[in-house]
């Protein structure tokens, strides 16, 4: 059993996090239930700005909000010292709300509308990431019209997909995102926006991919940027201030994660871009990162109410939880896999081998197969690991069942960040027309 951060099993066999026994957690809060390490993230945001610092490098973490995009959770990064990627709306109206600096927040996306673009502006962010050209002239236009002048990265495409563990060089050119670098679009982005007067251009963004377990990607990515860097400074003589390498740097979600120590790729990113830059005569750039998933992602853990079972011997026994893919949809949609202990008795010895079931109506709801753990009875607690990023934040009503709180836990404390959904809000925004309506029951 590996257990993250601050997690233990107490003397009643019961799992702890934060100080907390979560059996007393559910009791309080019902299940399901997200439970987020408070010190776990800390811990993750500290290791960045850490290896950072020993680079001597200008730096910004910008944590990728999309991860898990709660106010509690902007207010956390706030304190950490973390710049804010947002990439819609809904999310920076969150980080709004919560009061985050607006000059740290970095607005991303491949389609931004107007009003989002409006709201951004007049918000003051820090930061836009022009992701193609029909962006980078309406934001030049709108910002003109507020009589404003934006900072701006270009985002490209620099032809280096990591998935996972392969590489491939020129594979992500066909990618609905950036600014494609081996075709010259990102060349003439450039060009184009240097003749725009309400932008100013930074420097450039690159992002290769999530769930990264190997640094190559990384280095091959600096590669092309500093190539790039050199060829846009010499012939149209704009030297760039920033280079945002943007996240995917992976977390241990099971035995077969292998991830590298979160300063172990900065000291990769920061190592290259010292060295290329240097010998290339080219002032450093401040870099910037946007990790989103290793910064929650194992700090969340999600506790369940185990239900009913089914047995079908010799093929397989069923195990059903009172949540599934509407608050963890990933193993469904990626084949994502999870690992789980039994929170109430988790010092008992394995006895049997369980496929944990979700309680949508759908076959494909399934959390985990094929798990390990100690006889199991209606009414245990099933703890499920790593579930801080892309949960809550992809969660869903599908069924109509109501998305679960989540709760911040540290030093024996526990918060509620988030409520649970009521009734009122699975029918909050259902209106029925006037034609539908009878006058009453039965008529
Ligand atoms: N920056 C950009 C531009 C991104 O597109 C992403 C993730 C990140 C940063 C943060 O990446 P991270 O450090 O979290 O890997 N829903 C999927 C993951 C989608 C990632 C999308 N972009 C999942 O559940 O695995």
Known sequence: MYLHGTSKINEQ?????????????????????????????????????????????????????????????????EEEGMSLDVVSDGELHTALQAGFPVERIHFHGNNK?????????????????????????????????????????????????????????????DSKFGFDLGNGSAYRAIQEGLKLNHLEILGVHSHIGSQIFEVEGFRMAVDKVTAFAVQVRDELGLTFQVVNLGGGFGIRYTDEDKPLPLGEYVKAITDAIISNFTHAGYPLPEIWVEPGRSIVGDAGTTLYTVGTSKDIPGIRKYIAVDGGMTDNPRPALYESKYDAILANRANEPVSETVSVAGKCCESGDMLIWDLELPAVHKDDLLAVFCTGAYNYAMASNYNRIRRPAVVFVKDGQADLVVKRESFENIVGNDLIPSRLKKTSVGN
């Open 13 to 77: 066999g019961h799992l702890e996090i934060g100080g907390n026994d979560v059996t007393k957690l559910a009791a309080e809060f019902g299940t399901p239930l997200y439970i987020v390490d408070e010190a776990l993230v800390r811990q993750r945001a500290r290791e960045y700005v850490e290896a950072f610092n020993a680079s001597g490098l200008k730096f910004q973490v910008a944590y990728a909000s999309k991860a898990f995009c709660v106010m509690a959770m902007c207010a956390l990064a």
């Open 113 to 173: 509308t107007v009003d989002e673009i409006n709201m951004a502006l007049d918000a003051n962010i820090g930061c836009f990431v022009v992701d193609n050209f029909i962006e980078l002239d309406l934001l030049n236009e709108l910002a003109g019209a507020k009589g404003k002048r934006v900072k701006i990265l270009l985002r490209i495409t620099p032809g280096v997909e990591a998935h996972t563990h392969d590489y491939i060089s020129t594979g992500q050119q």
